[in-house]
C-alpha cells in the first residue's frame, strides 16, 4: 500500500435523520422542517476507527481529521488509536444558518484536528487556529481554502480520504469519486463490542478507543 506524509480525512460520522427545525430557525416554515437523512452513507465509530489509517501513513505523517461538534470529544482517541499525537484542532467558523442539530447552542463551527506522528519540516507557521469561511453550498462540502492551508504547511504525497473531486497533487478517495487507490475498509457493526467483530476490535483498538466506542449506541446529545 502507498504511504503518505499527509492525510486528510473528512469521515461520514454518522447522525441518522435530522430532527425538525424550532420556530426560530430559519427553515420553521420550509420544506426542510421535515426529517431528512443524510444524502450519503455514514459511518459507525466502529468502522471509522477500523480505517486502515496506519497503514496508510509513512513513518513521518500529518493527519487532518474533520470533526463536528457532536464527534469532536471521540475523535482525539480515534487519533490517539491510528498511533499519531494531536496537535491543533482548527476552526471553521460558519454563519448561523437554522438550528440543524445541538442541544442549547446550534453549532456554527466545525473542526479539523490535527495530528502528527514522527518528525516534519517546519515548512511555514500559520497565524490563528480558526477562520471565518463562507458556506459552499453543497451538503457537508469543505471549504476549498483549507486544503490551501494544508497544502502550505504539510508535504506529499498526500491523501484526501471520503473526497468528491479531484485536487492537483493529491490523491483522492471516496465513494463519490473514481479513486486513485484502493483502500480495503472492514465492515463492523455499529457497537462491535460482542458477536464476531470483538477481537477484531480488541486487536486494532486501544483502550481509549474502546471506551469511546463504549459510548457509541447514545447520541452524543442526549448523554
Ligand atoms: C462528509 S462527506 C465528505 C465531504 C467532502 N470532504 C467534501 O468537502 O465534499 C463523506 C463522504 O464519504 C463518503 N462515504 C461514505 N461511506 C463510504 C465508504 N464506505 N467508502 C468510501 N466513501 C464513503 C460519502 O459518500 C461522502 O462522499
Given amino acids: ?30 420544506p426542510h422542517n421535515v ?3 443524510l444524502p450519503y452513507p455514514s459511518m459507525s465509530l466502529a468502522e471509522i476507527a477500523a480505517l486502515p489509517i496506519p497503514d ?7 493527519l487532518y481529521v474533520w470533526t463536528t461538534q457532536k464527534y469532536l470529544e471521540h475523535t482525539f482517541p480515534l ?8 496537535c491543533e484542532t482548527l476552526t471553521w467558523c460558519k454563519e448561523p444558518r437554522g438550528t440543524g442539530q445541538g442541544g442549547l447552542f446550534t453549532p456554527t463551527t466545525e473542526f479539523i484536528v490535527h495530528g502528527r506522528k514522527g518528525k516534519m519540516p517546519l515548512k511555514k507557521r500559520i497565524d490563528t487556529t480558526w477562520w471565518k469561511v463562507a458556506r459552499p453550498n ?8 483549507f486544503q490551501d492551508i ?9 491523501l484526501e480520504m471520503f473526497a468528491r ?3 492537483l497533487g493529491w490523491h483522492s478517495w471516496g465513494n463519490e469519486v473514481e479513486s486513485h487507490v484502493e483502500i ?13 467483530d470483538s477481537a477484531a476490535l480488541q486487536a486494532l483498538s486501544t483502550p481509549e478507543v474502546l471506551s469511546t466506542l463504549q459510548g457509541e449506541s447514545t447520541p452524543a446529545h442526549r448523554k
Fill in 35 to 37: 426529517d431528512i437523512a
Fill in 184 to 196: 480495503p475498509l472492514r465492515h463492523l457493526t455499529p457497537l462491535a463490542l460482542d458477536g464476531g
Fill in 150 to 158: 494544508i497544502e502550505q504547511v504539510s508535504d506529499a504525497p498526500r
Fill in 138 to 145: 453543497v451538503h457537508s462540502r469543505k471549504p476549498e481554502s
Fill in 1 to 30: 500500500m502507498q504511504k503518505y506524509r499527509t492525510i486528510v480525512a473528512d469521515p461520514p460520522w454518522r447522525y441518522g435523520k435530522w430532527g425538525k427545525a424550532s420556530q426560530n430557525s430559519i427553515f420553521a416554515n420550509s
Fill in 165 to 167: 473531486r479531484f485536487r
Fill in 79 to 86: 487519533i490517539h488509536g491510528w498511533g499519531f499525537k494531536v
Fill in 56 to 62: 496508510l501513513a509513512d513513518v513521518d505523517c500529518e
